[in-house]
Nanobody, 126 residues
Framework: QVQLVESGGGLVQAGGSLRLSCAAS????????MGWFRQAPGKEREFVSA????????YYADSVKGRFTISRDNAKNTVYLQMNNLKPEDTAVYYC???????????????????WGQGTQVTVSS
């Protein structure tokens, strides 16, 4: 059974940092693009960041560029999202996603990803 399990969410004050992790099990994603999306209450799910299978290409939403960093450790089948200088508008449930095919393309489109985690809550207080 394939699972993506996010961790690292929590409550933090504005300006603080959190590091999200997404550990995959059930199959390897070392040759698949992976991404992070988020959904705030009453809003649609939105793209945050993505990384290609090798870790050499990354995409960021304009709203997080310069504050968030995505990375991956293929040996651990894990992707990370380092979030610095957090703002109240970053409050959301953060979801990890992975492509299903080898060398799946890096994408900002949620439809390009086939596996999803259950989400982890990030709350930023002002």
């Amino acid at each position: 059974q394939v699972q993506l399990v996010e961790s690292g969410g929590g409550l933090v004050q504005a300006g603080g940092s959190l590091r999200l992790s997404c550990a995959a099990s059930g199959r390897t994603f070392s040759r698949s693009a992976m991404g992070w999306f988020r959904q705030a209450p009453g809003k649609e799910r939105e793209f945050v960041s993505a990384i290609d299978w090798s870790g050499t290409r990354t995409y960021y939403a304009d709203s997080v560029k310069g504050r968030f960093t995505i990375s991956r450790d293929n040996a651990k089948n894990t992707v990370y999202l380092q979030m610095n200088n957090l703002k109240p508008e970053d409050t959301a449930v953060y979801y990890c996603a992975a492509g299903s095919t080898y060398y799946s393309p890096i994408s900002r489109n949620s439809h390009e990803y086939d596996y999803w985690g259950q989400g982890t809550q990030v709350t930023v207080s002002s």
